[in-house]
């Protein structure tokens, strides 16, 4: 694999079912290249590193960027090991760092489960690694500085580069999150579902720790959402450009627009998820635009309305849970209708069930998974 003008290479960026048009736009905007739309991702070709730079740190609804180092025929499970041990792994490891080998998705007869597929691909890269350098590296499954993915399907093993390393969702903003967070990339994929104005005042009434007014502020901002990371699978390849980093980052810090004052209200009756909120906010010094109220949404009163509600109320899992949140979605549709500006815009994600609840006549719904749960995004113009 190289980056010579004569070559182009394969990548495969990975997202939530359901997440893939956005993601599709999203890659098109960044790179200008039209991706191909494949179940839970797209791929395309790119024809040097700064595509995939750029991709990583400014992805907001992706994975995963997978880069691929090559197919081989797999007929037999020990193809698998073959292919791992006749190639040279040293370039990647030059102080023997730590990796995994993750195989996701194994469609072949010779396998019964998808473990013992990374296993052998793993006993392939270490064996051929302790011919050349005598010493074999660790796995390492929980922090890895190296992770390789592969498929099988058919009869083609394909290897990639997990260029990402930590999945794209974990935004380097913060550690802990809130007992019932929002993955940051589905709060994304929400809000470029939603749109927003650049003089939007948004609030979430049920904010917990903010990740759905976070990923509304980077947006707004233009702020890439990986510029606090400084974990990434690409700088692992042995061909990797610093230099290239470098000037990719500078020109996203150069592109950051400053925020209104006060256009992000966040609202909850737990202070503890607030200072987690509170935390993240200092981090990406959005403090002016940033107003934390603690306390019961509906004791709220604005000094500018709201413009657009956005927000993920708690939904029970189980039947009486359920039951006892009723009246909340209620009072939640009548202020919004109430407390918002005329006009104003509102979008709630929760469950089908709880959806029917709000008593406010939605727009427009969308169908997403937030992990295995099927939810509904809906959308109400305000008058
Ligand atoms: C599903 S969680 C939101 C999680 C959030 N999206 C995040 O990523 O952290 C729902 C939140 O609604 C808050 N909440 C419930 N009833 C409320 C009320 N009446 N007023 C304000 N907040 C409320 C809870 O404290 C909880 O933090």
């Known amino acids: 694999m190289s980056f010579s003008s004569s070559t182009t290479v394969k990548l495969f960026i990975t997202c939530s079912p359901g997440v893939e048009p956005l993601l599709a736009n999203e890659v098109k905007q960044i790179v200008n290249i039209e991706p191909e739309i494949a179940y839970a991702g797209v791929s395309l070709t790119v024809p040097s590193f700064e595509e995939i730079m750029k991709l990583n740190l400014y992805l907001r609804t992706a994975s995963r960027v997978l880069m691929q180092l090559f197919d081989a025929p797999c007929r037999y499970p020990q193809d698998v090991y073959k292919a791992f041990r006749k190639r040279h792994w040293t370039g990647y490891f030059p102080h023997l760092e730590s990796f995994m080998i993750d195989a996701p998705l194994v469609q072949h007869r010779g396998f019964t489960n998808s473990l013992y597929a990374a296993q052998i691909a793993k006993d392939g890269l270490c064996d051929s690694l302790k ?19 592969i498929t099988i399907i058919d009869d083609l093993l394909e290897v990639f580069l997990d260029t990402s390393l930590d999945s794209l969702h974990k935004r380097g903003i913060r550690l802990k999150g809130h007992e019932a967070p929002i993955r940051e990339t589905l709060a994304a994929a929400l809000l470029l579902t939603v749109g927003m104005k650049e003089d939007d005042i948004i609030c979430d009434p049920c904010c917990g720790s903010g990740t759905m007014l976070l990923e509304a502020a980077l947006i707004q901002s233009n702020t890439p959402p990986g510029i606090l990371r400084n974990r990434w699978g690409f700088l692992k390849h042995p061909k990797c450009d610093y230099k290239m980093w470098t000037r990719v980052q500078d020109e996203a810090k150069k592109a950051i627009r400053p925020l209104k ?90 469950t089908y069930d709880m959806s029917k609840e709000i008593g406010l006549k939605a727009t427009k719904r969308h169908v997403f998974k937030n992990g295995q749960l099927e939810c509904r995004l809906l959308e109400y113009d305000l008058y």
């Open 131 to 149: 011919a050349i350098l005598d010493q074999r590296p660790s796995v390492d499954t929980k922090n890895p500085q190296i992770r390789f993915v």
């Open 261 to 350: 004052n006060d256009s992000f209200i966040a609202i909850d009756n737990d202070r503890d998820s607030l200072d987690l909120l509170k935390e993240a906010v200092k981090k990406l010094k959005f403090e002016e635009a940033f107003t934390i109220k603690a306390q019961n949404f509906q004791e709220v009163e604005f000094s500018t309305p709201p413009t657009l509600f956005v927000t993920n109320p708690p939904y029970g899992v189980r039947l009486q849970e359920s039951e006892d949140l009723r009246p909340l979605y209620r009072s939640l549709g009548e202020f919004m209708k109430l407390k918002g500006a005329h006009p104003s815009r509102g979008a709630i994600f929760t």
